[in-house]
């Protein structure tokens, strides 16, 4: 059996990340690239995150060592800054997968990422909009906390970037 770039991705969904253990680094959108040479070696690109969040280290050496448990010896990771990740690489599974967890994924956002949309989020319980910004630092560097004026609930938002 040969292997194929579909394959490794769907091994890498197995990798979560450490704090939202429902998002898949794959969902997350740091997995950038999988390339399969013809000696079947494997190299695959991660691009980090917040530089804030801690753990890159440990979700490459989880890409490692989900990669040999099914049996992939030939493998090299790669960890890139070219391409800075954002928020909107999220893939929309991802942003379920963080509202059903109860954490407000990120809004889109279209060029400039200004303050309006840092105060901005939707209320993973309702849907409501109607929500207030308490502190743009929540218990982790990448979240931040909100209230919801309908539900009347705190929740956490993963925040822009
Ligand atoms: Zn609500």
Redesign the pocket.
Known sequence: MSLTKEHILTLLEEVKDPEIPVLSLVDLGVITGVVISEEEHVTVNMTPTFAGCPAMDYMKKDVERTLEQHGISKYTVIMSFDKPWDSNKISDKGRQHLKEFGLAPPPKYNMVLDLDILEYAS?P??N?DNTTMRTPFGPTLCRSMHY?N??R?MFEQFKPL
């Open positions: 209320c319980y309702c409501s919801c309908d539900c609930q």
